[in-house]
Nanobody, 118 residues
Framework: QVQLVESGGGLVQAGGSLRLSCAAS?????????MGWYRQAPGQQRDLVAT???????NYGDSVKGRFTISRDNAKNTVYLQMSSLKSEDTGVYFC???????????WGQGTQVTVSS
């Protein structure tokens, strides 16, 4: 099993910045092929924010390109999301995601709320 613990959410004004962190732990946390973030606004589906592979390749949702940066520390099994130039439409619950190659399945964190006030 893999456990994901998110931190860093909160309330911020439009134009501001926040940094999210997600630490993975468990017996197979070292085999995390992909780590990333998805978000879900009230009444909406869960959408891709960004993912990063163990080798460093990244993928971003169109709405966050140029404003958000994803990074990871493989030694710490931790993924980070630096969010800048935040907009009210970035408001939502941000879920950490990972796929374990060893276990052949995905895992999700419990989510952290990000609220951007305009």
């Amino acid at each position: 099993q893999v456990q994901l613990v998110e931190s860093g959410g909160g309330l911020v004004q439009a134009g501001g910045s926040l940094r999210l962190s997600c630490a993975a732990s468990g017996s197979f946390s070292s085999s995390l092929v992909v780590m990333g973030w998805y978000r879900q606004a009230p009444g909406q589906q869960r959408d891709l924010v960004a993912t990063i592979a163990s080798g460093g390749s990244t993928n971003y949702g169109d709405s966050v390109k140029g404003r958000f940066t994803i990074s990871r520390d493989n030694a710490k099994n931790t993924v980070y999301l630096q969010m800048s130039s935040l907009k009210s439409e970035d408001t939502g619950v941000y879920f950490c995601y990972t796929y374990s190659g060893r276990l052949g399945r995905s895992y999700w964190g419990q989510g952290t709320q990000v609220t951007v006030s305009s």
